[in-house]
Each structure stands twice: as structure tokens, then as C-alpha cells.
């Protein structure tokens, strides 16, 4: 067979791939042939300034031969090693880890990606405290397999229902914008705010019978769902009832992990230590599959003389585990954290100036590199510009607009999601403000 010419990077695609997420009718996908820093390239040569990494992974940013350079190294000593066995991957990472993770979390479960971290914790967390029950937000998502969707409280999960796995009970989000116990109060403290939405959840939990409900599962920055960011003395909250009631309590930092948020674990705002925190995505910066979850020492422990039933061919693949170690690395001595936190100030700062040039955007909110434009037909009623659970006609032309111009972002409903390579300068942030600002005439067309 002939090498594959750019021009036939699409066409085969399309005839022989299953896309996720898409009817299969209306693909259109980007035929991606390189990517360098904060940028990518189409096979016809044109450039894309990638505002979202990817699939919100690609912290580092793309292509840093340091990362590339320790996974070629790694194939040539030991391309695999089988899941029982122990590596100089695997013993490199788990110091590494346990130096980055909050106190007290330095045990790791390594997985192949997200989903199967949660589900892990999951397990790891029924097995702990022989409860069942598995308390979610209906904000979330948690991934794509079966147990993870149920996990999930959004509109994917309903797709497959009822086949999906048993025991998740749902609750309400701090959600301030869209409060459903606080509309038209705009006076309200934060510190009453807080305790109504941690007072809803007790409240679920006593209808529940804590003594059936093995753990509260939540993304500590919610993510697709709207970057809700929880309000102070909330994750604080949570950590208390989990406390009280022998609840294992799981930060998702799948999305929000890894510098994200300007912090290497955005559960540090708040100093919450949970009892487990699941990972993926910026762990590798997606340059090799890998999710983890970390946990505490007595929730390893509860399988000391038992087993746990679960794995996975792939568990702690050397190759992954290089593209993590060599990660994190870049991380430190590029000072990404710091640079996420101090560039995300200047990304509030020009979302902010958004929200006074266009009456289409009701809301902006962010947290170091990951924020949201939450786009409304009026800032009085704060109707949604485009309805829950659709991409109405405005917002795709809102998309088009933007890839048309060379931005590449996730448009998710009514919102516009912003989470850059945390490499990017406030120059490059410019530029794609500058594409945002005339893309959001479109969508002020449509508020009444």
C-alpha cells in the first residue's frame, strides 16, 4: 500500500471511520496533519489557533520534544511490561505523583483514561466501605463507558438509559447564574448560597440513608457542563458531610487537574484534601493515553488480604507512564502552573470586557486557563441563546465563524468554552479575542 497523500487524509476518514459523539451523516472533521505549541494545521495548510487543546488535554502545549524525546527512549529500553510487573516508569511516577497530588494521596491506580478512573474509584470506593450507593451532580460528566455515564448527569447519560450500571443518585450544582433556589435574588451572601446548596445536599442524603452511600462523586471545577467554579466554603462543606457521614468523597480533576486552573489540582483554592482524586488528560497532555486514580493509603489498604477484582491489559504502560513523568517535568521547570494562574488573570480580564461590549453574553467566569462564555437572547431573563441539550442555528454559525477564522474552540450549547495550551502568551490570547469579539456579533444578532 502507497503512503496516504494529504488530500486523502479526509476522504479515507470518512469512509472508514465511526466518529464519537456525531451522527454519522454530519461529520465534519478537521484533516489535522501537524501541531507546534499553541497552533495546528490542516492538510490544505491552514493554521488553527488551538483554544481548546484539543479535547481540553493538551496542557503543554503541542509537540515539546522533551516529552516526544522520553517516550522514544522508553519504547527502545522497554516498549511493555505486563500490568503485575514492576518498571522504572512505574516507580518514577508514583514519587512523582505523590509530590504533586495533595498530602496523604500516594497511592495510584493507573487506567487508560478517564472514565475507567472513575469507574476504578467507584469500585475502589464500594469495596471500602461495603455501601453502594454513588452521589453525582446532574452538571457532571464523568466519561463514556457504561458505569461512567451513569455517573454522568447530563443529557448523555439519558441516551442510554436504562442499561447503564445501578446506584447513582443525582443532585443540584452551585450553579449562581442559574440558581434554582435563588432567582431574582441577586442580594443573596455567598455564604448563604453555600449553605442552601450544601443543605439540598444533606438533605439528599438523608433521603438516601447515608449508611447506604459509598461515595460523593463530583468534577471540582465542572466542566463542559458550564466551568462552574464552587463557591467558597462549599468543597469545604462537602469534605465536612463526607466526614460525618463515613462518605468517601472523589474529586474528578480529569479536566481540571494538571495546572489547569493555576494549581496543579484545582481541589488546592480550597485546601480540601479528598479521599481520591481522579486524572487523565493533562497527566500526559494526551501525548500517550493514561488516566490514574490517586488515593488515600487505608483505601489501598482495604485490599490487603482480599482482592480487587479489576484491571486492565494496558494498566500502567510504560511508554504512558514516560509521557506523564516527562510531562510533569515540563510542568516544573517551565513553571506552567504559574504561568496558567497569571495568564488566566489576563484571560478574566478580556472576558470581562466581553460581557460590556455585547448583549449577547449574559455571564463569563473562569479559573486560572479554563473558562466559559455563556451566550443568552436577554441579560434580563438570561433565556439561553440556544435551548438545553441543542446547538440551535446561531451558535453554529457562531462555530463556523470562528474555525472559518482560524480558532478552534468547543461550543457547547449556549456556551463557548476556553481552555488554551497553558503555554500560551497573552499575544496569542489577543488574537483569538480579537476573532471571538467579531464572532459574537452574530450571535447579538439573535437577543431580543
Known amino acids: 500500500m502507497s503512503p496516504i497523500n494529504d488530500d486523502e487524509i479526509l476522504p479515507l476518514s470518512l469512509e472508514h471511520s465511526f466518529w464519537t459523539w456525531s451522527a454519522q451523516g454530519k461529520v465534519s472533521p478537521i ?22 487543546s484539543m479535547t481540553m ?3 503543554i502545549g503541542h509537540g515539546d520534544e522533551r516529552v516526544i524525546e522520553a517516550m522514544v527512549q522508553q519504547i527502545r529500553e522497554l516498549p511493555f511490561a505486563a500490568p503485575g510487573m514492576a518498571t522504572r516508569a512505574r516507580a518514577e511516577l508514583g514519587q512523582l505523583l505523590a509530590e ?40 457532571s460528566y464523568h466519561g463514556a ?14 441516551a442510554w438509559e436504562p442499561d447503564l450500571m445501578p446506584g447513582v443518585v443525582h443532585f443540584l450544582d452551585p450553579y449562581r447564574y442559574r440558581s434554582t433556589f435563588h432567582q431574582g435574588r441577586p442580594e443573596l ?16 442524603i438523608q433521603y438516601e440513608n447515608p449508611n447506604t452511600i459509598a461515595a460523593i462523586l463530583m468534577e471540582t471545577v465542572t466542566g463542559t457542563n458550564g466551568v462552574i467554579i464552587p463557591p467558597e466554603g462549599y468543597l469545604q462543606g462537602v469534605r465536612a458531610i463526607c466526614d460525618r457521614y463515613g462518605i468517601v468523597m472523589i474529586s474528578d480533576e480529569v479536566m481540571s487537574g494538571f495546572g489547569r486552573t493555576g494549581e496543579w489540582f484545582a481541589v488546592n483554592h480550597w485546601n480540601v484534601v479528598p479521599d481520591m482524586i481522579t486524572m487523565a488528560k493533562g497527566l500526559t497532555s494526551a501525548y500517550a493515553p493514561l488516566g490514574c486514580v490517586a488515593m488515600k493509603p487505608e483505601i489501598a ?25 516527562a510531562n510533569i517535568r515540563v510542568i516544573q521547570a517551565d513553571h506552567l502552573i504559574e504561568k496558567a494562574r497569571e495568564t488566566g488573570k ?23 486557563l479554563f473558562g466559559i462564555i455563556e451566550l443568552v437572547k436577554n441579560k434580563t431573563t438570561r433565556e439561553p441563546l440556544s435551548p438545553w441539550n441543542k ?8 462555530k463556523k465563524y470562528l474555525l472559518d477564522h482560524g480558532i478552534f474552540m468547543s461550543i457547547h450549547w449556549h456556551t463557548l468554552l476556553l481552555l488554551p495550551p497553558l503555554i500560551i502568551t497573552p499575544e496569542q490570547l489577543a488574537e483569538g479575542f480579537a476573532v471571538i469579539d467579531q464572532a459574537l456579533e452574530i450571535a447579538d444578532k439573535a437577543t431580543v
Open 31 to 52: 484533516p489535522v496533519t501537524r501541531a507546534k505549541g499553541v497552533y495546528f494545521w490542516d492538510a490544505s495548510g491552514k493554521r488553527y489557533l488551538d483554544f481548546n
Open 346 to 368: 489576563v484571560m478574566a480580564d478580556m472576558l470581562a470586557e466581553l460581557v460590556e461590549r455585547h448583549p449577547s453574553v449574559g455571564e463569563v467566569r473562569s479559573i486560572g
Open 301 to 325: 489498604a482495604a485490599f490487603d488480604d482480599r482482592v480487587y477484582e479489576g484491571g486492565l491489559t494496558f494498566n500502567a504502560h510504560p511508554v504512558s507512564l514516560a509521557a506523564a513523568i
Open 145 to 158: 463507558t457504561a458505569g461512567a455515564m451513569a455517573l454522568t448527569g447530563d443529557p448523555r447519560r439519558t
Open 100 to 139: 504533586v497530588t495533595p498530602p496523604g494521596l500516594t497511592k495510584f491506580l493507573y487506567t487508560l483514561g478517564g472514565a475507567d478512573a472513575n469507574e476504578n474509584a467507584v469500585k475502589l470506593a464500594r469495596g471500602y466501605t461495603g455501601r453502594h450507593k454513588i452521589l453525582t451532580r446532574y452538571r
Open 189 to 204: 451572601s455567598e455564604e448563604e448560597f453555600t449553605r442552601d446548596y450544601l443543605n439540598h445536599l444533606e438533605e439528599i
Open 391 to 398: 446547538t440551535n442555528a446561531t451558535m453554529a454559525a457562531v
Open 57 to 59: 488535554c493538551v496542557n
